[in-house]
Nanobody, 116 residues
Framework: QVQLVESGGGLVQAGGSLKLSCAASRNIASVKAMAWYRQAPGKQRQFVAVITSGGTATYADSVKARFTISSDNAKKTVYLQMNSLKPEDTAIYYC??????????WGQGTQVTVSS
C-alpha cells in the first residue's frame, strides 16, 4: 500500500530549479516530522532536509542556501524547493514521514537529473 507519494522530479539543466512534493495518505496519523533523502547510484541514501510539525527545518551542508523545505501540516504534505541545481544533486529523492505513533513511512522516490 502506497502511503507517501512524491512528485515533481525531472530533468533540468545545471543552475535550474525544481520543486518536489510529497503527500501523505489520510490513513497515516498526524506526523511529527517529514523529511527528504536522496540516493545516487552506488551510494548510500543521504539525508537532505527535515521539518518538524513545529516548523523547525534542518538541512544537510551540501544543500544549505540552495534548497528550502516547507510543509502543510493540515494536509500532511512536504515540499522541497531546489534552486541552483548541480549535477551532483542527481539522485532519486525519497520522502520520509514519522508519525506521532512512531511509525516510519517512505515514498517510492522521484528521479531528479541535473545535466551539465
Amino acid at each position: 500500500q502506497v502511503q507517501l507519494v512524491e512528485s515533481g522530479g525531472g530533468l533540468v539543466q545545471a543552475g535550474g530549479s525544481l520543486k518536489l512534493s510529497c503527500a501523505a495518505s489520510r490513513n497515516i496519523a498526524s506526523v511529527k516530522a517529514m523529511a527528504w533523502y536522496r540516493q545516487a547510484p552506488g551510494k548510500q541514501r543521504q539525508f537532505v532536509a527535515v521539518i518538524t510539525s513545529g516548523g523547525t527545518a534542518t538541512y544537510a551542508d551540501s544543500v544549505k542556501a540552495r534548497f528550502t523545505i516547507s510543509s502543510d501540516n493540515a494536509k500532511k504534505t512536504v515540499y522541497l524547493q531546489m534552486n541552483s541545481l548541480k549535477p551532483e544533486d542527481t539522485a532519486i529523492y525519497y520522502c520520509n514521514a514519522e508519525a506521532y505513533d512512531n511509525r516510519l513511512y517512505w515514498g517510492q522516490g522521484t528521479q531528479v537529473t541535473v545535466s551539465s
